[in-house]
């Protein structure tokens, strides 16, 4: 079985700020990991993810994430936060078939 | 990239009426699709998985005859919600696959579903 938790369901930064949203999960399977933004009434834009190789996975907009075995961790982070940055930041596990299962999702404030 | 396209983006019905999801893979053929249900500020829930050809196979709690999923085409999957009532209102988005050893499905930019 899969899961995934999100600790903090928000999270405020000031702008130019680093960006700190973490992500533990639970797999009885190598996992494959990512980290989808959503913005208001829309889907989820892929901004990285983790399946093979190098641990460090760099994204789009600047954001990384760094997958630690011994920690179940897939935190993502950013140096420097944006005030385009502010949306609904989701970590997600894959299941056996290609299924998703998401955290309960950490929405990002950005404060001018 | 791949491209997943969901009509309608909105869709508003009265109680007791019908309404159909569709949800497309619009340059690639997608023999796995997810249906996913999302309540406001909440995360998204995996509803079903669909399978080209074959019956979906829902999650546990999800009404199979209330939420009618057809994959009909390797590009092509429907979520039917039928006599819908206001505690069905919410967003609805799909994902699709290609298959095989992808690590990657492709979501759609979701459907608002309002019962009135």
């Known amino acids: 079985a899969q899961s995934v938790t999100q600790l903090g369901s928000h999270v405020s930064v000031s702008e130019g700020a680093l960006v700190l949203l973490r992500c533990n999960y639970s797999?009885?399977?190598?996992?494959?990991l990512f980290w989808y933004v959503q913005y208001p009434n829309q889907g989820l834009q892929l901004l990285l993810k983790?399946?093979?190789?190098?641990?460090l996975v760099k994204g789009i907009n600047g954001f990384e994430a760094e997958f630690k075995k011994s920690e179940t961790s897939f935190h993502l982070t950013k140096p420097s936060a944006h005030m385009s940055d502010a949306a609904e930041y989701f970590c997600a596990v894959t299941g056996t078939g290609n299924q998703f299962y998401f955290g309960t999702g950490t929405s990002l404030t950005v404060i001018p | 990239g791949a491209v997943v396209s969901q009509h309608p983006s909105w869709v508003i019905c009265k109680s007791g009426t019908s309404v159909k999801i569709e949800c497309r893979s619009l340059d690639f053929q997608a023999t796995t699709m997810f249906w996913y249900r999302q309540f406001p500020k909440q995360s998204l829930m995996l509803m079903a998985t669909?399978?080209?050809?074959?019956?979906?196979?829902?999650e546990q709690g999800v009404e199979k005859d209330k939420f009618l999923i057809n994959h009909a085409s390797l590009t092509l999957s429907t979520l039917t919600v039928t006599s819908a009532h206001p505690e069905d209102s919410s967003f609805y988005i799909c994902?699709?696959?290609?298959?095989?050893?992808?690590?990657?499905?492709?979501f759609g930019q979701g459907t608002r579903l309002t019962v009135v």
């Open positions: 797999s009885s399977v190598p996992p494959y």
């Open positions: 669909s399978n080209e050809g074959s019956k979906a196979t829902y």
């Open positions: 994902s699709a696959s290609k298959g095989g050893l992808t690590t990657e499905a492709f």
């Open positions: 983790y399946t093979t190789g190098a641990t």
